[in-house]
Nanobody, 124 residues
Framework: QVQLVESGGGLVQAGGSLRLSCAAS????????MGWFRQAPGKEREFVAA????????SHADSVKGRFTISRDNAKKTVYLQMNSLKPEDTAVYYC?????????????????WGQGTQVTVSS
């Protein structure tokens, strides 16, 4: 069982930066692939970024590539999402998730555990 708690969301102007954190409980954090997803009002949840168990492999959605970076610290049981050059269209609730695999997982169906989400609002 893994519990995930996101933090770091907030209101930022376009062009600004935020760093999201996701703290995990449980002894086997390092065996999980981790991911970030987001859901804007009236839209479906979408993939943002994923990272494998070691942090040596990552994947980012085309819409955030070059602006967002996922990373993890297994000693701290935490995964991060550094978001730079934020745009109004990045406004959404951001969710952290733990996959049932140690590798990269892009699709939401591969994720077994989800946090409650943190709101990110980017003003123009």
């Amino acid at each position: 069982q893994v519990q995930l708690v996101e933090s770091g969301g907030g209101l930022v102007q376009a062009g600004g930066s935020l760093r999201l954190s996701c703290a995990a409980s449980g002894r086997t954090f390092s065996s999980y692939g981790m991911g970030w997803f987001r859901q804007a009002p009236g839209k479906e949840r979408e993939f943002v970024a994923a990272i494998n168990w070691s942090g040596g492999g990552t994947s980012h959605a085309d819409s955030v590539k070059g602006r967002f970076t996922i990373s993890r610290d297994n000693a701290k049981k935490t995964v991060y999402l550094q978001m730079n050059s934020l745009k109004p269209e990045d406004t959404a609730v951001y969710y952290c998730a733990a996959a049932g695999t140690s590798g990269l997982a892009v699709a939401a169906r591969y994720y077994d555990y989800w946090g409650q989400g943190t709101q990110v609002t980017v003003s123009s």
